[in-house]
């Protein structure tokens, strides 16, 4: 075997104008020290970013190839993922400029940060084995706790950011566990080697511990448990609504859209193959059952909206589990319904972050510049000074109950429960059935507030004069409306979507 | 006439956005412009019924469902949704109750607003209602139904709480997580169906081909489950009362008159039509719960004292007959469960409107408070009167049929199971008339209350022309009702040999 691969770069291509994207940003930051350029390099290069992942993701390539198999697949999948991750740092940036414009926080940093995070989402959805994958993960999360702190002189900042680190170094060391674990029984971390090896069809390397091995258990165990922190999956998701509320408003849409995805592309990259069903199905579904139900309950009980977000995002996160469920039954493990199961999570990963994104949008354009996300009581009447922005909010919402006119919402859960059935899991099926109301009850709540009578009414009535409208800055304009506008696309057509996920 | 049956629905989504779009200093005109549109949808609808029925066309081997008209498309492959609407003498009539109910409550609202909110928004939800109750009725593919089914909650849930009364909050949020919980039950419980089966078309699915007893059971459970939230049956109805009792008049026109039936409809064409084994299984739990509902909700209404509340549960018995006529699953029960849809609709429509009337002139709703109304506004108590005859089934007026041939119907079907029902249907019926006899007497006689006291005998103009066509309607299904039955005949004969068939 040479000593030196030869490297595809144009497979690289998106993960090498994602990186360019955050160097550049240094370089504007430091070369020129203008805000506005600074924001406008990371837009641009997040674009590009998303522009060269489409181009890319027409063919099927692989590079750094071993024997073993090879640690960087590009492909239709790695495109999609990728396409996410540039679009939601560019609404991301978009949501946080006017902030960024008017406050203390460093907008070169801020960007820097943001584009070392998109780098590690894309080159998340490409990796082929658990080094790169672990790696991918730790670089999109890394950035964030800076993030998640960059709220000068907010104690609840520092404390989200400290919660936030420690909770995730300790799950990541339980997936390098993990990982470590797995290469000592089957002696290989090549995701596609993987699965023949432990389902017993190829010899593992020479002085590993057989296959059957306990050991192999609790490898696998840790490795899902690990990935499952970052998903915010119950009950590892103590950490989000915590950190979430303490962190900048646009910090916490990408915290609960970005990083929650990236931990479901991961979560995914192992369970399709490389892991065997027997042991991750139940844990999966156990998982799922808990996430859905404990984070829809919890968030009957909020009066933060930013704690009510996450809550939910906690909720969906086990919708998004969910179609894995059917691994833990012997008719989910066949090829092609363990293909729907995965393609079902991943599409209903995708329209919860669209519409997710979307309520985050609505919510900072109704709050005042860097303001948090207070509560929902502030959000009182909110719907009536702003008609548009609140119609937006409310078809984001009932889009995340799954209902229309928030169609693409309705189609996700559409995907979801007939994955599970295809399954034959229909107990699983009537849980996120029954779970569904439960989340509407909440959902109603906020959706309601909005269009409440003010409690200190002008005798005029409801109808309010343009004068005392605060303008909506318009980058954060843009980001709601375009954010909006795909989830009416994806709502009407979600055969594009469809297609997409199905690799 | 497939352009037609695009227009049905597209034309009140039209309108809808278009209402709710124009500016709020010109709302008269946005309610205008809305009530125009549902006008257009009326005259789209009817002409439905024109061309080539193909009567003779229902023979053994083809399919139960033979729409009059239908259109096709591909939406969604990878969810099996296919964009296919259809119309035949099962779903017509209840397409034009539909359009004709949201007319009237359109024009309703050009002359009396209820407080809560602009004007033109209340016409924007109702049309947007129009489009899922409508889409419900045409679709003929199973996600499409459900689809359209999910379309009405919202709206109907921001009525409710926008416009409601004092209550409104608890009231809608009961509404919508009740009728959700159907929904989602409707939705495990169409891909039951289609996973089991590869398609999600009716016109296929109709008579259970291919699907074994275990599939066909846990089915026709789940969906009969989610349409009894719906229809509502009883002990799922408990939503009814209180949405009714807090939502505006026009809302409870439509909540009562055309979303009840969506329930009852659905319970037919779906339930029944993909799951007959298991209808056959489940039909004596259905009939049991069915003539419980007919008599629980006599009873409860016998000790109502709030007039729209005691509507509302009368609905809960009506529809009681209803799905007993489905539970008997033959051809004269459906034939009496269709018409009972379409009776009920007209003349709980009118009952609410009328209701609505009493309580915005003397802002009450206690029975208590309202003697001597017959003193005061007579042709308001005269028309009251006359609704709520129709209503108990006097021979002659719309009510009669579907109640009647229920219990007909359960008495064909014999054996002293089937007969008890029917008696025990027969005796709720004597209820009926006992609790609305007693409505007259506390509203009609008496010296006038001091609410009742300042009112004057006139109508205006608007309310006289939404009353008209109900009163209208009620006379006309009672007199000929050949109407209605006369293009169900076949349809339900061909579901009904398909049910039947082993």
């Known amino acids: 075997m040479s000593v030196v691969q030869s490297i595809d770069h144009l497979a690289l291509l998106p993960a090498y104008a994602a990186a360019g994207t955050a160097v550049l940003v240094l370089l504007t930051d430091l070369l020129l020290a203008r805000r506005g350029a600074t924001l406008a390099v990371a837009g641009a290069g997040a674009v590009a970013t998303v522009l060269v992942a489409l181009l890319a993701g027409r063919q099927t390539r692989s590079t750094f190839c071993v024997a073993d198999g090879c640690s960087y697949l590009a492909g239709g999948r790695s495109a999609l993922v990728a396409v996410v991750f540039g679009l939601l740092t560019v609404g991301v940036l978009a949501l946080a400029a006017p902030a960024l414009r008017a406050g203390p926080t460093p907008t070169g940093e801020y960007c820097f940060l943001l584009a070392c995070s998109m780098t590690g989402g894309v080159v998340l959805g490409a990796a082929g084995d658990l080094i790169t994958l672990i790696v991918a993960l730790e670089t999109l999360t890394l950035p964030l706790y800076v993030l998640v702190g960059l709220r000068r002189g907010s104690q609840a900042s520092a404390e989200a950011a400290v919660t936030f680190f420690v909770v995730s170094v300790v799950a990541t060391s339980v997936t390098l566990l993990g990982a470590a674990l797995l290469h000592a029984t089957t002696g290989t971390l090549h995701l596609a080697r993987l699965g023949p090896v432990l389902t017993g069809g190829t010899p593992p390397a020479a002085g590993a511990v057989p296959v059957d091995h306990p050991l192999t258990t609790v490898a696998v165990t840790l490795l899902v448990l690990g990935l499952a922190f970052k998903v915010a999956a119950v009950p590892l998701h103590a950490w989000a609504p915590a950190t979430y509320d303490g962190a900048p408003l646009p910090v916490a849409a990408y915290l609960s859209t970005a990083s929650k995805f990236g931990g479901v592309v991961a979560l995914l990259a192992v369970v399709q193959g490389p892991l065997p069903a027997t042991r991750t199905g139940p844990v999966l579904a156990v998982l799922a059952v808990a996430t859905m139900t404990v984070g829809n309950l919890v968030a009957l009980r909020q009066q933060r909206t930013v704690r009510l977000l996450a809550w939910s995002s906690v909720a969906q996160a086990g919708y998004i589990l969910a179609p894995l469920g059917v691994l833990a039954l012997t008719a989910g493990r066949t090829g092609a319904v363990r293909d729907t199961a995965v393609a079902a999570a991943l599409a209903y990963a995708v329209l919860f972050v669209v519409l997710e994104l979307a309520a985050f949008a609505a919510v900072v354009a109704l709050r005042p510049v860097g303001a948090d996300g207070g509560t929902i009581a502030d959000h009182r009447g909110a719907g009536r000074r702003h008609p548009l922005v609140g119609a937006a909010l409310v078809l984001a919402l009932v889009g995340l109950a799954g209902l229309p006119p928030g169609l693409a919402g309705l189609f996700a859960k559409v995907v979801v429960v007939r994955a599970l059935l295809d399954g034959g899991a229909g107990w699983l099926a009537l849980v996120v059935a029954v779970n569904a109301v439960i989340g509407l009850a909440y959902y109603l709540r906020l959706a309601a507030t909005l269009y409440a009578p003010t409690p200190v009414a002008t005798s005029g009535g409801p109808v309010v004069t343009g004068a005392d409208r605060p303008v909506i800055p318009r980058p954060v304009a843009a980001a709601l409306t375009l954010t909006t506008l795909a989830a009416v696309v994806l709502g009407f057509a979600p055969q594009l979507l469809l297609d997409a996920t199905r690799w | ?502």
């Open chain 2, 1 to 502: 006439m497939t352009v037609l049956l695009v227009a049905v629905l597209a034309l009140p989504l039209l309108g809808a956005l278009l209402t709710a779009a124009l500016p709020a200093r010109a709302d008269r005109t946005a309610r205008a412009v809305g009530t125009g549109f549902a006008a257009l949808t009326l005259l789209a609808a009817l002409p439905l019924a024109a061309g080539d029925r193909g009567w003779f066309a229902y023979t053994t081997e083809s399919p139960a469902i033979r729409p009059w008209h239908q259109v096709d498309l591909p939406w969604v492959p990878g969810l099996d949704l296919r964009f296919h609407l259809g119309v035949d003498g099962i779903s017509y009539p209840l397409v034009v109750l539909t359009a004709l109910l949201v007319l009237l409550c359109c024009g309703y609202t050009l002359w009396r607003v209820p407080d809560g909110g602009p004007g033109r928004l209340l016409v924007a939800l109702l049309l947007v209602v129009e489009v899922g109750l409508l889409g419900t009725f045409l679709a003929l593919d199973m996600v499409l139904f459900l689809v359209f089914f999910e379309v009405v909650l919202l709206p109907m849930y921001a009525m409710i709480a926008g416009w409601g009364g004092a209550d409104r909050r608890r009231a809608a949020r009961k509404f919508a997580l009740y009728t959700l919980l159907g929904s989602v039950l409707l939705l495990v419980g169409v891909f039951t169906v289609v996973t089991a089966a590869g398609t999600a078309d009716l016109v296929a699915l109709t008579g259970g081909t291919g699907l074994s007893r275990g599939t066909q059971l846990a089915a026709f459970t789940l969906l009969a489950l989610a349409f009894a939230v719906k229809s509502p049956l009883w002990p799922l109805h408990t939503w009814l009362p209180d949405a009714h009792t807090q939502a505006p008049t026009v809302g409870s026109v439509v909540l009562a008159g055309v979303l009840l039936k969506m329930g009852t409809y659905g319970l037919i064409r779906v339930a029944v039509g993909v799951a007959p084994e298991g209808a056959r299984w489940a039909a004596p739990v259905l009939g049991v719960l069915a003539v419980a509902a007919i008599l629980v909700g006599s009873l409860v209404c016998l000790a109502q004292d709030e007039l729209k509340r005691l509507i509302a549960y009368s609905s809960v018995g009506h529809m009681g007959f209803v799905l007993l006529g489905v539970a008997t699953l033959t051809a004269t029960g459906l034939q009496a469960a269709l018409i009972g849809n379409i009776a009920h609709g007209v003349i709980t429509g009118l009952l609410f409107f009328l209701a609505g009337a009493v309580k915005d002139r003397t802002g009450t709703g206690l029975l208590a408070e309202l003697s001597g109304l017959r003193e005061t506004a007579p042709r308001l108590a005269g028309l009251l009167a006359f609704a709520a005859v129709a209503s108990l089934g006097l021979p002659g007026l719309a009510g009669f049929w579907g109640e009647a041939f229920a219990v007909v119907a359960a008495v064909q079907v014999g054996g002293p199971f089937w007969t008890t029902l029917a008696v025990l249907a027969a005796v709720g019926g004597a209820l009926t008339a006992a609790y609305l006899l007693r409505l007259l007497r506390r509203v009609t006689h008496g010296r006038p209350t001091p609410a009742v006291a300042p009112l004057g005998a006139a109508l205006a103009r608007t309310e006289l022309a939404a009353w008209a066509p109900l009163v209208l309607l009620a006379l006309v299904i009672g007199l000929a009702p050949g109407l209605v039955l006369g293009m169900a005949g076949d349809p339900v004969q061909a579901l009904v040999e398909r049910v039947t068939s082993r």
